[in-house]
Every structure is written in C-alpha cells, then in structure tokens.
C-alpha cells in the first residue's frame, strides 16, 4: 500500500462535498508505526461505533498503536495533560501549527505513537480537531477495558453536593444498567460544576442526557411569577422644572420660531396634515 492515504468523505456540509487530504507517515517513525499506518485501520473493529467526521481516523489510528504497545491508559492520561496545558497556555498561542512535536522538547516525555498521530494530524492541517480526536480514543480505550465515562454536572463541588453527586451516580449506574450491551460495565465519573443548575444534577450515558433540573425551573417560575406582579407603567410622578432662558435676540427669535411650530402643529391636529 503507499505511503500516501487519501480520505475522501461523501458526506455533505453545507451543502458542498467535503474531502480531507492525510499526507505520507513522517520519515523518522518507526518500523512498528509504519506498519499499522498502512493496515487499513479506518475499517478495523473497534470497542463502540463512535459517531464523528474525518478526524475519527486519527483516534482510530492512535488506539491501534495504543493497543499494540499496551499502553491505552498511559495514551489517555498523556492526552489529558496534553490538552490540559494547552489550555494553559503552556505551549504557546499557535503551537498546534508551529510546533514540531516531534522534536520540541515540551513533547518529550510524551509518548512516541501518540507524537506520530499528532505529526500527522499536524502535516494534515487537522490539529483543530486535536479535542475530538482525544475524546474519541479516550471512549475507544475506556469501552476496550468495558468503562465508561460518564460527566456529572452539579452546581458545586461534588464534596459539597453529596446528595445530588449520589443522584447522579445512581441514575447513571441505572441508564447504563438498561441497555443490554452495556450492562455490568464500570463507570468512572468525571465531575463539572454549573451554578447555574442550583441543587440539580446533569449526566450524559452513551449520548443519553439523564437531569434533575427541578431547583433550577422552581427558581425560574418563581423569578418569572415575581416580575409579571412588578407593574412597570405606575412610574413615580415626575414633576416639570421651567427652563430659564437668558433675555436676547437669539433667544426671542428661537421663542418665536417655536410658537409659529405650535401654531402649526394645533392646525395640522385640527384639520389634518
């Protein structure tokens, strides 16, 4: 098979065909990495059917090497300090373009299959879709050892909402527990905090969004009763304050100006325009 992979997609995006062109493997990988390169991957087995566009290649890609090495925990956790110090702002504003992460000494202690994947995303003009690549193999490499992910939204620390962190524990361990392909796996919790949800809870199983929003819409139609009371026409009575004009001509030709414009506003409100 060449080096060269072509990946055309038929699917349709705002009404154009969309194509995305992935350049040859870099020349400094490995034997090892160029051999799963050139398997044809893309059509391999995987763990789940992951939903997703042309960067789903790369997460493919990355699991097959991950799977290789034995490695897919230590894929994950260097995946998740990687876009963790992205978002840091550790390496720079415009690194995902400008940075050879193959030879940048900020990428050394990462490891070698997931620096080929990123150099290819990189060769690609794909490293926008750095986020979604992880998240997909991080699901690959979960669902391969029968875990899922599951993140739990509370208004606050889970320390601090221990009620509703263990609501959402069980409606997630239930929702999992109901689809047959799924039951008996475990589940590792990834906590977020919303205030905006007050004493409820949100998870998401396989795409499924379980939620107990009722705090928050209690607070809503209680904010929303108490302004439909407020009645904003009775204003306070303002009280008028004559404006005094300095005695000279500007000002008895301005006076008089306006009196002609009331002389004919009183006409037109009379007889018409």
């Known amino acids: 098979m060449s080096m060269l992979r072509r990946c ?6 705002r009404g154009a065909m969309s194509q995305m062109r992935f350049q040859a493997a870099p020349a400094w990988a490995t034997p090892k990495f160029i051999e799963i390169f050139n398997t044809d991957f893309a059509s391999a087995t ?62 050394a202690s990462m490891e070698p299959g997931m620096k080929f994947v990123l150099k290819w995303m990189q060769s690609s003009n794909a490293m926008e879709h750095l986020e979604d690549v992880a998240k997909i193999f991080t699901v690959y490499a979960k669902a391969a050892k029968k875990t899922v992910v599951v993140p739990v939204t509370l208004a606050g620390l889970p320390d601090s909402q221990t009620k509703a962190a263990a609501a959402a524990r069980k409606a997630a361990e239930e929702t999992l527990n109901a689809a047959a392909d799924r039951k008996g796996w475990k589940i590792e919790f990834e906590y977020f905090v919303d205030p905006g949800i007050i004493d409820g809870w949100r998870v998401e199983v396989d795409g499924l969004v379980v939620e107990d929003m009722s705090a928050y819409l209690a607070a809503r139609d209680n904010a929303a009763s108490a302004a439909a009371s407020v009645d904003y026409l009775s204003g306070p009575t303002m009280t008028s304050v004559a404006t005094t004009w300095p005695r000279n001509a500007e000002t008895e030709i301005l006076s008089q100006w306006c009196e002609e414009l009331s002389l004919f506003d009183a006409e037109e409100a009379k007889y018409g325009a």
């Open 8 to 13: 055309a997609t038929q699917a349709v995006r």
């Open 46 to 107: 995987y763990p789940v059917n992951a939903m997703g566009g042309d960067h789903l290649l790369f997460s493919k890609l990355m699991f097959q090497i991950a799977q290789a090495e034995k490695k897919e925990e230590k894929y994950v956790k260097d995946f998740a300090a990687l876009l963790q110090a992205s978002a840091a702002g550790n390496f720079g504003t415009f690194w995902r373009t400008e940075t050879d992460v193959a030879t940048a000494k900020e990428f």
